[in-house]
């Protein structure tokens, strides 16, 4: 998608999220709405990735409900684990950070999976570095060395949908 | 909107203040900047997220219940980002990790 559709699809979304905002459709709003809109689109370095058409592709948005479901999920999992951490006498912790490859490709693929995890039980993204990813472990496994199991246990979940959703 | 306050709306808040309040639990008694960060993280952001989605619930879609859902998708989109460039930052920064961590793979790749 070439740049000049990208722009009128960021200045879209900003204009809408402050109809949304203002939630009035009083005409005085809406002009400073549309011209603060415009500037935005103009000013800022744009707000869509490359490939933007995916935006339309009912798939990737079926696949971003799904992965936004199991991710509340595991939300709610992570927090009655550190619940049951915190409130625990001996704070059963076993802290360190271990490393993990993504299969993932894209940018926002990666962006995403990292913020998935540092919501889910446990772990915490710290850096990402080309295609691995360094994540503080509240809880890491007895097996070190295993980093098949590490890389499943902490993004396999995730990846099945994220990959169907951006690459 | 009526002044008078569903179950459902308290039901969320409440929840989600607990949560918030495990939170902040966390932050005292977990050990180094790390730990206490997966506790903030995790427990402030879903503990947020229901008191948000409880304000919507409760004015329903006026303006608002709409700032409340814009406000949930924010905190649930924008808080591991911040609490991931706090962590980066204090490990560059050379905060150390607890005594008790038993490996710390980003300093062995990246010798910071």
Request: glycine fraction near 8%; aromatic fraction near 10%.
């Amino acid at each position: 998608m070439d740049t000049l559709k990208r722009r009128l699809l960021d200045l879209i979304i900003y204009f809408g999220l402050w109809l949304l905002l203002t939630w009035s459709l009083d005409w005085q709003g809406v002009v400073v709405g549309a011209v603060l809109a415009v500037l935005f689109a103009i000013a800022l370095s744009g707000l869509l990735p490359e490939k933007a058409e995916r935006l339309f592709s009912p798939v990737r948005w079926f696949w971003a409900i799904i992965h936004l479901f199991s991710l509340l999920f595991w939300i709610i999992v992570a927090n009655f684990d550190v619940l049951y951490r915190v409130l625990h006498p001996n704070l059963p912790i076993r802290p360190g950070i271990v490393k993990i490859k993504t299969t993932l490709k894209s940018d926002e693929a990666k962006a995403f999976l990292a913020n998935s995890i540092t919501l889910t039980p446990g772990t915490l993204t710290i850096d990402i570095i080309d295609d691995w990813l360094y994540v503080h472990w509240i809880n890491v496994h007895e097996n070190l060395e295993d980093a098949e199991a590490i890389t499943r246990d902490i993004a396999g979940r995730f990846e099945v949908t994220l990959r169907r959703v951006f690459d | 909107m009526n002044s008078q306050v569903g179950l459902a709306p308290i039901i969320l808040i409440s929840t989600g203040v607990i949560f918030d309040l495990v939170g902040a639990l966390g932050l005292i008694r977990l050990p180094d900047v790390y730990n206490r960060l997966q506790a903030a993280t995790k427990c402030v952001t879903l503990g947020t997220f229901l008191v948000l989605v409880g304000v919507l619930v409760h004015s329903g879609w006026n303006a608002m219940g709409i700032k409340a859902l814009l406000a949930a998708i924010f905190v649930l989109w924008t808080s591991p980002t911040g609490s991931h460039a706090l962590a980066r930052g204090a490990h560059i920064a050379g905060v150390r990790l607890w005594e008790g961590t038993v490996v710390d793979r980003y300093k062995e790749d990246t010798g910071r």
